[in-house]
């Protein structure tokens, strides 16, 4: 099964500063990256993702980058706001399956 | 979008008591359903996959004899803890692929179980 490595486990930046978290993956057959972001208490909210056939996506200030020889994908986040805190959790899969969440990274933006 | 409706959101029980989380996909037919437990300051940890009109799928180490999932039709699947004890207390949290219909994944609200 996918085996899910999240770095740090802790990030705090200030406010404007920029925000990389980086996940590893042992499942060469993953074909979707998508990162999800969890407010205390509730759902996790898909933020971005990436599929397979693509190396980067950018969405305003976050963007994803994949490395599938390297088989790792990270999270970038540019300009960071206080409402940027929260944790954070990248969960590779092969598409259908089971999301296979890593231990998150608690980012705290500080103002 | 996609929408999964959880109910309920939260719920207290005495321990030897069950309790049933229901998982409705409002918009979409779900044909598998992801059971998630997450415990406080932890990631999400799957507990089971369900396939309409199939047996579960359980992940290793997590007792099918305890909790108890059904999947009797597309729209509708239900997780019940049965003979709670406090340390099942979680946050209990479903998840839908929405495949065709849309793109990724759409979860339930979660539900806070507290037994005592």
């Known amino acids: 099964g996918e085996n899910v490595e999240q770095h740090p486990s802790t990030l705090s930046v200030q406010e404007g500063d920029s925000a990389v978290i980086k996940c590893t993956y042992s499942d060469s057959a993953s074909n979707y990256f998508p990162w999800y972001k969890q407010e205390l208490g509730k759902r996790p909210q898909l933020i971005i993702d990436?599929?397979?056939?693509?190396g980067e996506k950018k969405d305003q200030r976050i963007a994803v980058t994949l490395n599938k020889t390297a088989k790792h994908f990270s999270l970038h986040i540019t300009e960071t706001q206080p409402e940027d805190s929260a944790v954070y959790f990248c969960a590779p899969n092969q598409a259908g399956t089971a999301l296979i969440f890593g231990k998150g990274t608690t980012l705290s933006v500080s103002s | 979008g996609a929408v999964v409706s959880q109910h309920p959101s939260w719920v207290i029980c005495k321990s030897g008591t069950s309790v049933k989380i229901e998982c409705r996909s409002l918009d979409f037919q779900a044909t598998t359903m992801f059971w998630y437990r997450q415990f406080p300051k932890q990631s999400l940890m799957l507990m089971a996959t369900?396939?309409?009109?199939?047996?579960?799928?359980?992940e290793q180490g997590v007792e099918k004899d305890k909790f108890l999932i059904n999947h009797a039709s597309l729209t509708l699947s239900t997780l019940t803890v049965t003979s709670a004890h406090p340390e099942d207390s979680s946050f209990y949290i479903c998840?839908?692929?929405?495949?065709?219909?849309?793109?990724?994944?759409?979860f339930g609200s979660g539900t806070r179980l507290t037994v005592v």
């Open positions: 990436i599929r397979s056939n693509v």
């Open positions: 369900s396939n309409e009109g199939s047996k579960a799928t359980y």
């Open positions: 998840s839908a692929d929405t495949g065709g219909t849309y793109s990724g994944y759409t």
